[in-house]
């Protein structure tokens, strides 16, 4: 019985680097969403919540149906019209029937949502040193690591002949 030609073993940084990489990447965005929490709760929000009024406050006062308003935020719909049901409760959005189609439920947000948001932006834009600090040095170590993995990747097949 012929033996399975034998794998030989990479060199540990070879290995571990896409699992590095991807530890350092979840660190990464772990630590930056705890920290952009920590600041939206000074201003009573959550991080959906203010992903809902940064979308409705971008959409220059348009009312928007609730299923673009998920696509927008990237969020699940359910996610999104829990925050919205919410944030109408404290007066900081409002919801209306479509005028033409009544299966679309309208979103729009209220002068004390956009002064919300505008608050948010103020302290977001505040803390951005300390949100971003230890990150520089993560970023770069990151990169370093992807480097390799990016030339593997795209370096042509070996053809043998």
């Known amino acids: 019985m012929k033996e399975p030609p034998s794998r030989a073993a990479s060199p540990p940084n070879e290995r571990t680097a896409p699992s590095q990489v991807l530890l350092l990447a979840n660190r990464l965005h772990r630590e930056r ?47 999104v019209a829990g925050a919205v049901g919410l944030l109408e ?20 947000i209220t002068p004390a949502g956009a002064e919300r948001v505008g608050d948010a932006d103020t302290v977001i834009e505040a803390a951005r040193p300390d949100l971003l600090g230890a990150v520089y040095d993560d970023h770069r170590r990151l990169l370093e690591m992807l480097g390799p993995l990016v030339r593997t990747a795209s370096a042509p097949p070996e053809h043998s002949r």
């Open 33 to 79: 969403t705890r920290s952009l929490d920590s600041e939206l709760r000074g201003v009573g929000l959550t991080r959906i919540d203010y992903l809902v009024l940064a979308a409705l406050a971008a959409s220059a006062g348009e009312p928007c149906p609730l299923s673009v308003l998920s696509r927008r935020v990237a969020a699940h719909p359910t996610t």
């Open 89 to 108: 409760d404290r007066g900081l959005i409002a919801r209306r029937p479509h005028p033409t189609d009544g299966r679309v439920t309208l979103v729009e």
